[in-house]
């Protein structure tokens, strides 16, 4: 099993360029997330999605758009990219059945938006 | 609201010596809390969660409800520790996971 995958690695932007950041998971889980991770802010939600079908925002969810293409991809889009979005974005997944959850996490992919 | 904080964004203690890395939270109703950790150069993972009441490479971590803590303790820290540790709650209605800004601990020779 590969867990999670991301793609990809590494991305640099101008400002107001566009992209989508890729998800993929193989351990058939119900729920899938994407946060970001910022020097002393730790990890915050932009969007998730507790089943497929469906999305939900999280906490910061303004400039990002997401899609569940089915149950194993999530992908963010940044319509128009700035530099406050510079980041490392992560995708996570849990099981989501109503045990115990644990969340599953991506390598990370590092943005740069000049 | 849920949040989660963790006071220290660096810790640096010597080999052997104990460490604690400290969590707390606010939250009206009984949350689950978890400690998650990543490696240098590699993903986030979940180290260990409250209901498990489990030890993992020597860690514990205990929920004190009536402090809303839930601090990450070790007795005698190994090099192989330093990493940067993420303290996670989640309520109890299935709401969405909240992360602390994390502590990277760092561990000297």
């Known amino acids: 099993n590969a867990g999670v995958t991301q793609t990809p690695k590494f991305q640099v932007l101008k400002t107001g360029q566009s992209m989508t950041l890729q998800c993929a998971q193989d351990m058939n889980h119900n729920s899938m997330y994407w946060y970001r991770q910022d020097p002393g802010m730790g990890l915050r939600l932009i969007y998730y999605s507790a089943s497929e079908g469906t999305t939900d925002k999280g906490e910061v969810p303004n400039g990002y758009n997401v899609s569940r293409l089915n149950k194993r991809e999530f992908s963010l889009r940044l319509e128009s990219a700035a530099p406050s979005q510079t980041s490392v974005y992560f995708c996570a997944s849990s099981e989501s059945s109503g045990g115990p959850e644990t969340q599953y996490f991506g390598p990370g992919t590092r943005l740069l938006v000049l | 609201a849920q949040r989660v904080t963790q006071p220290e964004k660096l810790l640096s203690v010597f080999k052997g010596a104990p460490v604690e890395l400290k969590c707390n939270y606010s939250y009206s109703g009984s949350p689950e809390l978890f400690w998650y950790v990543q490696y240098s150069r590699q993903r986030l993972q979940l180290l260990l969660r409250h209901i498990s009441r489990e030890s993992i490479k020597g860690f514990t971590a205990d929920l004190n409800k009536g402090e809303t803590s839930f601090h990450l303790k070790k007795p005698f820290a190994q090099e192989e520790d330093s990493a940067m540790y993420y303290c996670?709650?989640?309520?109890?209605?299935?709401?969405?996971?909240?992360f602390g800004p994390g502590t990277r601990l760092s561990v000297l020779p």
């Open positions: 996670a709650l989640r309520g109890n209605y299935g709401q969405n996971f909240v």
